[in-house]
């Protein structure tokens, strides 16, 4: 059992309260992402899992052992960090056997773990490289290899990947999944990237202002977001998260549920679920066009906001084209306009 439990957790420096209260349960063999701006304590709450700092009050649980207090290396985890931390005047086997001969594992035994890695990492005919003679990708697989050869099954991850390049993220968080699943790994991995998190996880953690802003499945957070705050920052492009002024409140009054008064409330929608109307809805004005290939993101301009919507393919509009948007009422989420939580169910009525 390698499950990952903390119980009201807090950290604080001083004054600084970097985490307050955190709860959340790692369940074994699962990838758990915990995401987040910079700042939120995402990377704080790692390193106590890990036992790099010790929590002000609170209990960390690994496999149903306490190990609030205990060092990192009697905690039987691996960690693999953004900069990969390789030594590089060893070459790419002694990087990854470092651990195994600090721990005086038995040199045959060493052998074979190397050689089971380095194939299942495409790094057999890299072994006597140094670090300087690799990819980035390359470098981030040693650190793969190093994890992978300790044969623990408790594995964290800090922002692995921000130092590559759009295409090689891509392809190393496919690998880094197929990893995890492969070797059946309790994986915590930390990131701020949100596409990153949503591809990966089977659960994500979204932090903010060290609180769990809300915890759930990637379906779970895009579909019902439980904030203003995870409305907008799960999903590429964002939530279009709307303050009622004066010019709203008449446009919204045609828009939302009869029973709704604009007045208190913020009206999010996605992107995805605006439609441009002949005759209803709100009146903009288009500001940018930003042609994406398969779809194109379109920012309008009405009152004092900005909303986005996106439109299949190259759309035959243009800059300062005028234009009405609507949208259907089960697409509304409606958050309380002074703490910012979600507020109700929206009736399933199609508006148009």
Not at 54 to 71: A, N, Q, W
Not at 81 to 89: E, G, R, S, V, W
Not at 143 to 160: F, N, W, Y
């Amino acid at each position: 059992m390698t499950a990952i439990i903390l119980k009201d957790v807090d950290k604080s420096w001083g004054s600084f309260q970097a985490l307050n209260g955190i709860n959340f349960q790692c369940d074994e063999g699962k990838l758990l992402v915990l995401l987040g701006p910079s700042g939120c304590g995402k990377s704080t709450t790692l390193r106590l899992i890990a036992g790099l700092e010790t929590p002000t009050s609170g209990t960390i649980e690994i496999g149903g052992k306490d190990v609030s207090y205990l060092p990192p290396v009697k905690r039987n985890i691996s960690m693999v960090f953004q900069n990969y931390a390789l030594f590089p005047h060893l070459s790419v086997a002694q990087n990854i056997l470092f651990g195994l001969k600090a721990r005086k594992v038995p040199k045959p035994e060493q052998k074979k773990r190397l050689e089971n890695a380095a194939d299942l990492l495409g790094l057999s005919n890299f072994l006597n490289r140094k670090p300087a003679q690799l990819s980035g990708g390359q470098r981030q697989r040693v650190a793969l290899g190093r994890s992978i050869v300790a044969q623990v099954s408790v594995c964290l991850m800090d922002e692995p990947l921000s130092n590559l390049d759009a295409k090689l993220r891509q392809e190393m968080r496919q690998e880094i999944r197929s990893l995890q699943q492969r070797l059946k790994m309790t994986m915590v991995y930390v990131t701020h990237d949100q596409v990153e998190a949503m591809t990966i996880a089977d659960k994500i953690i979204l932090m903010k202002d060290g609180l769990i802003e809300q915890h759930g499945t990637p379906e779970a957070l895009y579909n019902r977001p439980e904030t203003a705050f995870t409305g907008n920052f799960i999903g590429n492009p964002p939530m279009n998260i709307l303050t009622p002024d004066t010019l709203l409140m008449e446009a919204f009054s045609a828009i939302l549920p009869a029973r709704i008064s604009a007045e208190f409330h913020q009206v999010g929608v996605r992107p995805e679920n605006i439609r441009i109307s002949e005759n209803r809805g709100i009146k903009a004005q288009i500001e940018t066009i930003e042609y994406l290939g398969a779809d194109t993101l379109i920012l309008c301009r009405f009152g004092q906001q900005n909303i986005i919507l996106t439109v299949k393919g190259k759309t035959h509009l243009c800059v300062g084209d005028p234009l009405r948007l609507d949208w259907k009422q089960d697409h509304i989420h409606l958050f309380d306009t002074a703490s910012g939580k979600r507020l109700g169910n929206v009736e399933k009525d199609n508006l148009s």
